[in-house]
């Protein structure tokens, strides 16, 4: 299993921190941002294929800002899962 922390940008929320096993996601935890909103987030990807997760996800945006936490959840998995590749490589 892998963990990686994510500082988003333009939301609420300040940090994501994930757990993949390959491309499966265990675990999402949302550092601020709206609790209840970002907690039922974490529980329903728990366990999916982050590529459906990020498809559904990218392009989200929060009112008048271009991202939300969702799309930056989408962001944070890409880069999480480079960041496993490299360290397995």
């Known amino acids: 299993m892998f963990s990686y922390t994510y500082q988003t940008k333009g939301t609420c929320s300040k940090e994501i921190e994930i757990v993949l096993d390959g491309k499966k996601i265990q675990s999402v935890a949302f550092a601020g941002g709206c609790p209840g909103n970002l907690a039922g987030i974490s529980k329903l990807v728990e366990g999916m294929d982050m590529d459906f997760v990020i498809a559904r996800f990218a392009g989200t945006t929060c009112g ?26």
């Not at 008048?64 to 490589?89: F, G, H, I, V």
């Open 64 to 89: 008048p800002r271009p991202t939300s936490c969702p799309d930056q959840l989408a962001t944070a998995l890409r880069e999480a899962y480079e960041a496993q590749q490299r360290a397995e490589a």
